[in-house]
C-alpha cells in the first residue's frame, strides 16, 4: 500500500515536470527503492510507448559518491565525538556534503538555502551556545577546591 502511494505520488511529480521534489521527499526514496524492484513489470504495461533512458556521466557518479561518502563519515563522526564542538563542526561537514548533493541534482536554491539558512546561521549559533554554555558552566575537571566552597 505505501509503496503503491508513494509510486503514485513519485509519478505525479515527475508529470508535473519537478524532479527535484521528487528527489527530496522521504517518499522519493521509498518510491525509488519500489522502482527498482517492480521495474520489469512497468516495462512490460509500457509496450507501446518508448520510455527515454536517462544517461548518467562517470563524473556525476564520482561527485554523487564522494559527497555521499563525506556526509556518512563526517555524520558518524558527529555522532562519535565526546566534544561538542567537534561533533558541530562535523555537523557543518554533512550539511556541506548534503548541500553539494544538492548541487550536483541542480537544485540550486535548495543548495543556497542549505549553505546560507544551515551552515550559515543555525551552526554559527550551535557553536556561540556551545562556547557560551562552557564558559557559563566549566567542566568538572576545571574548577578548583576554593571555588567549590572547600578550603
Request: overall charge positive.
Amino acid at each position: 500500500m505505501v509503496v503503491g502511494v508513494a509510486i503514485i505520488v513519485a509519478s505525479y511529480f515527475k508529470l508535473q515536470g519537478w524532479p527535484m521534489l521528487l528527489a527530496t521527499t522521504p517518499a522519493a526514496i521509498l518510491a525509488l527503492v519500489a522502482a527498482l524492484v517492480i521495474r520489469p513489470s512497468i516495462r512490460k504495461i509500457r509496450r507501446g510507448r518508448k520510455v527515454p533512458r536517462l544517461r548518467i556521466s562517470m563524473l556525476d557518479k564520482v561527485l554523487f559518491y564522494f559527497f555521499a561518502g563525506i556526509a556518512v563519515a563526517s555524520a558518524a563522526l558527529m555522532v562519535t565525538r565526546r566534544n561538542a564542538v567537534h561533533s558541530a563542526i562535523f555537523l557543518i561537514a554533512t550539511l556541506l556534503a548534503t548541500a553539494g548533493i544538492f548541487l550536483q541534482l541542480r537544485a540550486e536554491f535548495l543548495f543556497i538555502v542549505q549553505i546560507i539558512l544551515y551552515v550559515g546561521g543555525i551552526m554559527v549559533l550551535f557553536i556561540f551556545v556551545i562556547c557560551w554554555s562552557t564558559w557559563m558552566w566549566p567542566a568538572p575537571d576545571q574548577v578548583r577546591p576554593a571555588e567549590m566552597g572547600g578550603a
